[in-house]
């Protein structure tokens, strides 16, 4: 019988960044990075339906702007919801990113299926506070 290590860190899982702006991106890559995650980014919703729907498990958590071409984060949100949905799986955590600190912003985000919500810009203690809140497992 092989019995697992406790004490063996499992690997994290990989983070979809959908970001437009390639700065931001770019930026939000080194910090998720330099925290060990592997990152997977696009720039735009449809890209980002479309990988999540080519590979649905290969994602643990996904950063999701809110503003971006070709589909906006609310309709690429609800779009990743609507394929769970119709497969029974368990909802992956989405992340509002955005620059707006609007509140019908916040209010949107959670009605497109979307879990939580940070305003850039987005500095790594915030960014690693957030992914953990919604990584760790639950202490029950």
């Given at each position: 019988?092989?019995?697992?290590?406790p004490?063996?860190?499992?690997?994290?899982?990989?983070?979809?960044?959908?970001?437009?702006?390639?700065?931001?991106?770019?930026?939000?890559?080194?910090?998720?990075?330099?925290?060990?995650?592997?990152?997977?980014?696009?720039?735009?919703?449809?890209?980002?339906?479309?990988?999540?729907?080519?590979?649905?498990?290969?994602?643990?958590?996904?950063?999701?702007?809110?503003?971006?071409?070709?589909?906006?984060?609310?309709?690429?949100?609800?779009?990743?919801?609507?394929?769970?949905?119709?497969?029974?799986r368990?909802?992956?955590?989405?992340i509002?990113?955005?620059?707006?600190?609007d509140?019908?912003?916040?209010?949107?985000?959670?009605?497109?299926?979307?879990?939580?919500?940070?305003?850039?810009?987005?500095?790594?203690?915030?960014?690693?506070?957030?992914?953990?809140?919604?990584?760790?497992?639950?202490?029950?």
């Open positions: 019988m092989i019995l697992s290590d004490f063996v860190e499992k690997p994290k899982p990989m983070i979809m960044v959908v970001e437009d702006n390639p700065i931001n991106q770019k930026l939000t890559v080194v910090q998720l990075s330099r925290m060990g995650y592997s990152v997977h980014a696009v720039a735009n919703g449809k890209a980002a339906v479309e990988a999540f729907l080519k590979n649905p498990n290969a994602y643990g958590l996904v950063l999701m702007d809110c503003y971006l071409p070709l589909l906006d984060g609310f309709t690429a949100a609800s779009e990743i919801r609507k394929f769970e949905h119709s497969r029974g368990s909802p992956v955590p989405i509002a990113v955005t620059a707006s600190p509140p019908s912003d916040q209010q949107e985000s959670l009605q497109s299926g979307m879990d939580d919500y940070i305003c850039k810009p987005v500095g790594q203690k915030q960014l690693r506070t957030t992914i953990e809140r919604w990584l760790s497992p639950q202490v029950g």
